[in-house]
């Protein structure tokens, strides 16, 4: 097998799609573009950033990928921020901000030639978004990258975070509802996943075993995951509830695996509840897992009967995409960027509370035909729509826009 990523991605999603990628690389051929982020383990950018990295890199670009580096109450404060964006009402006290502030005008200290000299640098969510300010010397193009559910924050906090983002030359959300008014160009983009990965590639029965068998799972009875950080917006809660009101009709097994993300203070607090709401219950299976148990996690979703992501808040939800990939019917929330993958009825059920995730786990159970052809439909979506094929394209398409401003057609031959 060819070591070219492209080739590779070529055998998936045709010549058509590589082609196209190859082209619009061609002007961006050497310019330095630089990711920033707040985490390289955990989370859904760390794990888009792991795979695009290399796929920029092999069509000619020179990307890098930095981490904002912080202490205890600066993370405490960017996980407040992050609270309150996503809709939680609460005042961030002073002296948070004062950290959050200090702690990006340290990292600007280190990373600021860096940052100056690049062609492109994209800052992905609130954590390092002062960075811009304190760059005097930019020469580049600085796009903002918010990936949470911005749909109702909570104004104070928009306000304060607003100050910071306005003077960046771009924004990109993943959904409409999620954009705020700005006075620079805002684009939609959706993220993606990497079929090749280790989280998303076809596994080996023989694996698939061991993973029953690691996690003491009967193959037997129809299994339900849920993959996400121990996150109160991920409702870890409800998932049990819809479990116990489903298992009352069809025999069942629950998993709820996460591991924790370095930027987030709140997860042992949110798996502690979460142990103690499965306490004796032996079918329900809480899981810490280390932050590269990429093909535990691919072979819990593939030995699933039906993945769960029962978010009350959610940017896009790659546990979502990764299922359907896997030809699995999602039963989501009915928020944010899960309707963007779950098309209700279709590719999966859209639903608002525990009681009815456990209609639709118990409807799917005992309907078995419509569970397969609704996973049929969702892998066939994410190839249509979701892979990381397509996020690149976007995002050279982006590059290309933006440093031609106002030429209303970019010429690529
Ligand atoms: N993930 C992981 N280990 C965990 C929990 C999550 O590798 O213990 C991965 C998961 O497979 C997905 C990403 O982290 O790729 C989570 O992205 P998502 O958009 O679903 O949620 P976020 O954590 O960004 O809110």
Redesign the pocket.
């Given at each position: 097998m060819t070591d070219l990523l492209l080739d590779q991605y070529q055998e998936i999603v045709g010549e058509d799609v590589i082609n196209s990628l190859r082209q619009l690389a061609e002007p961006l051929s050497g310019a330095k573009v630089v990711h920033l982020n707040s985490t390289r383990e955990?989370?859904?950018?760390a794990?888009i950033l792991h795979r695009m990295i290399p796929l920029k890199e092999e069509l000619g670009l020179e990307p890098s990928w930095e981490v904002i580096k912080g202490e205890g109450e600066f993370y405490q404060c960017t996980k407040y921020m992050h609270n309150t964006l996503q809709g939680n009402r609460f005042e961030i006290p002073q002296p948070l901000l004062k950290k959050y502030e200090e702690t990006n005008e340290e990292n600007a200290e280190r990373l600021r030639g860096q940052l100056e000299e690049a062609d492109f640098v994209f800052i992905h969510d609130p954590q390092p978004a002062p960075l811009l300010n304190l760059c005097p010397g930019r020469r580049g193009k600085w796009i903002w990258r918010c990936?949470i559910d911005v749909s109702r924050p909570y104004r104070p906090v928009w306000k304060y975070l607003r100050n910071f983002v306005e003077p960046y030359d771009a924004s990109i959300w993943s959904l409409a509802e999620f954009a705020q008014p700005l006075h620079h160009p805002l684009y939609l983009i959706a993220p993606s996943i990497d079929p090749l990965s280790d989280?998303n590639q076809e596994l080996s029965k023989k694996e698939l075993q061991e993973v029953f068998k690691r996690s003491k799972l009967d193959p037997d009875r129809p299994i339900i995951v849920q993959?996400?950080?121990f996150?109160r917006f991920k409702d870890p809660l409800g998932v049990i509830q819809a479990f116990r009101l489903a298992r009352q009709f069809v025999p069942l097994q629950l998993v709820l695996?996460?591991?924790g993300?370095t930027d987030d203070p709140e997860g042992e607090e949110v798996l502690s509840e979460v142990q103690a709401a499965a306490m004796g219950d032996l079918d329900i299976h809480v899981m810490l897992?280390p932050?590269d148990?990429?093909r535990t996690?691919n072979g819990l979703q593939r030995i699933s009967d039906i993945v769960l992501q029962k978010s009350t808040k959610e940017?896009?939800?790659?546990?979502v995409t990764?299922a359907m990939w896997k030809g699995k019917p999602v039963i989501g929330g009915e928020v944010g960027g899960i309707r963007l993958q779950v098309h209700n009825h279709h590719t999966g059920f859209l639903v608002n509370t525990p009681e009815g995730a456990a209609l639709r786990i118990r409807y799917l159970l005992t309907h078995r035909d419509k569970l397969e052809e609704m996973g049929r439909k969702a892998h066939q979506l994410v190839l249509e729509n979701f892979l990381i094929t397509r996020h690149v394209r976007e995002y050279l398409t982006l590059m290309l826009a933006i440093l031609r401003g106002t030429e209303e057609r970019i010429e690529l031959v």
């Amino acid at each position: 097998m060819t070591d070219l990523l492209l080739d590779q991605y070529q055998e998936i999603v045709g010549e058509d799609v590589i082609n196209s990628l190859r082209q619009l690389a061609e002007p961006l051929s050497g310019a330095k573009v630089v990711h920033l982020n707040s985490t390289r383990e955990g989370g859904g950018v760390a794990e888009i950033l792991h795979r695009m990295i290399p796929l920029k890199e092999e069509l000619g670009l020179e990307p890098s990928w930095e981490v904002i580096k912080g202490e205890g109450e600066f993370y405490q404060c960017t996980k407040y921020m992050h609270n309150t964006l996503q809709g939680n009402r609460f005042e961030i006290p002073q002296p948070l901000l004062k950290k959050y502030e200090e702690t990006n005008e340290e990292n600007a200290e280190r990373l600021r030639g860096q940052l100056e000299e690049a062609d492109f640098v994209f800052i992905h969510d609130p954590q390092p978004a002062p960075l811009l300010n304190l760059c005097p010397g930019r020469r580049g193009k600085w796009i903002w990258r918010c990936h949470i559910d911005v749909s109702r924050p909570y104004r104070p906090v928009w306000k304060y975070l607003r100050n910071f983002v306005e003077p960046y030359d771009a924004s990109i959300w993943s959904l409409a509802e999620f954009a705020q008014p700005l006075h620079h160009p805002l684009y939609l983009i959706a993220p993606s996943i990497d079929p090749l990965s280790d989280k998303n590639q076809e596994l080996s029965k023989k694996e698939l075993q061991e993973v029953f068998k690691r996690s003491k799972l009967d193959p037997d009875r129809p299994i339900i995951v849920q993959v996400s950080r121990f996150d109160r917006f991920k409702d870890p809660l409800g998932v049990i509830q819809a479990f116990r009101l489903a298992r009352q009709f069809v025999p069942l097994q629950l998993v709820l695996a996460g591991g924790g993300a370095t930027d987030d203070p709140e997860g042992e607090e949110v798996l502690s509840e979460v142990q103690a709401a499965a306490m004796g219950d032996l079918d329900i299976h809480v899981m810490l897992l280390p932050s590269d148990a990429h093909r535990t996690i691919n072979g819990l979703q593939r030995i699933s009967d039906i993945v769960l992501q029962k978010s009350t808040k959610e940017g896009f939800g790659l546990t979502v995409t990764e299922a359907m990939w896997k030809g699995k019917p999602v039963i989501g929330g009915e928020v944010g960027g899960i309707r963007l993958q779950v098309h209700n009825h279709h590719t999966g059920f859209l639903v608002n509370t525990p009681e009815g995730a456990a209609l639709r786990i118990r409807y799917l159970l005992t309907h078995r035909d419509k569970l397969e052809e609704m996973g049929r439909k969702a892998h066939q979506l994410v190839l249509e729509n979701f892979l990381i094929t397509r996020h690149v394209r976007e995002y050279l398409t982006l590059m290309l826009a933006i440093l031609r401003g106002t030429e209303e057609r970019i010429e690529l031959v």
